[in-house]
């Protein structure tokens, strides 16, 4: 009997152990699967913002060597160009400056050749036109209250203009404009507390233009791909 209970104590230590182990492979099992979508999505990512960092350093490029005027210069940083609004826009308008249709023509010309070079791949990007303002308020009118509606309404009119020539066509891939007021960079607009002279802060009135990997696009892309075949 003692032999017995014996051999029944080590079975049911060996039925523990061994159900221990399946735990702990699935648990291992699931762990790696994620870590292997994390490392999937992450080579995405990466895939998609060298595509975009190369189109923007290509779009600027072309531009540049067109125009003297530094005041047209297009800067990029590899996630978007940076354009002067000031140049675009005059003060607290949001109506495009007749001189500046066509250089703005241009840039959405070089941008939408850059990716139709993409082919199928455009359709996982963002085109994002995002429009700011320096910290001085409006007048407070009703159209267009304060920075938040100025710089939207910017970005937008870009867009517009974009649309009425056949380019950056959002049916085909995805074109948002967005109004960041003044607030991504709001503390370089004082300095020791005191707002800065309107000349001092042209370099924050801008409009940028983004190319964003679709990154819900990509996470279903990596979620599909992470199923198992029936």
Not at 27 to 45: C, H, P, V
Not at 77 to 92: C, N
């Amino acid at each position: 009997m003692e032999n017995r209970g014996g051999v029944n104590i080590w079975l049911a230590y060996a039925d523990l152990f061994a159900g221990m182990l399946i735990v702990f492979a699935a648990f291992y099992g699931i762990q790696m699967t994620e870590l292997a979508k994390e490392r999937a999505l992450n080579q995405d990512l990466q895939k998609a913002q060298n595509k975009a960092v190369t189109l923007l350093d290509k779009v600027a490029a072309r531009i540049n060597a067109r125009y003297d005027d530094p005041n047209k210069k297009v800067t990029s940083d590899g996630t978007q160009l940076t354009l002067p609004a000031d140049v675009t826009f005059k003060s607290r308008n949001y109506t495009i400056r007749e001189d500046s249709k066509p250089w703005l023509i241009e840039i959405a010309t070089e941008l939408q050749k850059a990716v139709d070079e993409l082919g199928e791949d455009s359709r996982s990007i963002t085109i994002e036109i995002r429009g700011h303002t320096d910290a001085y308020r409006l007048g407070g009118s009703e159209c267009m209250p304060t920075n938040w509606e100025l710089s939207g309404r910017r970005a937008t009119e870009i867009v517009r203009l974009f649309q009425s020539h056949s380019l950056l066509d959002p049916t085909k891939f995805r074109v948002v404009a967005v109004g960041a007021g003044e607030y991504e960079e709001y503390e370089k607009n004082f300095a020791k507390g005191i707002l800065k002279s309107s000349d001092e802060l042209e370099p924050l009135r801008k409009i940028q233009i983004r190319i964003v990997p679709n990154y819900e696009d990509l996470l279903r892309s990596i979620g599909s791909k992470s199923k198992p075949t029936s």
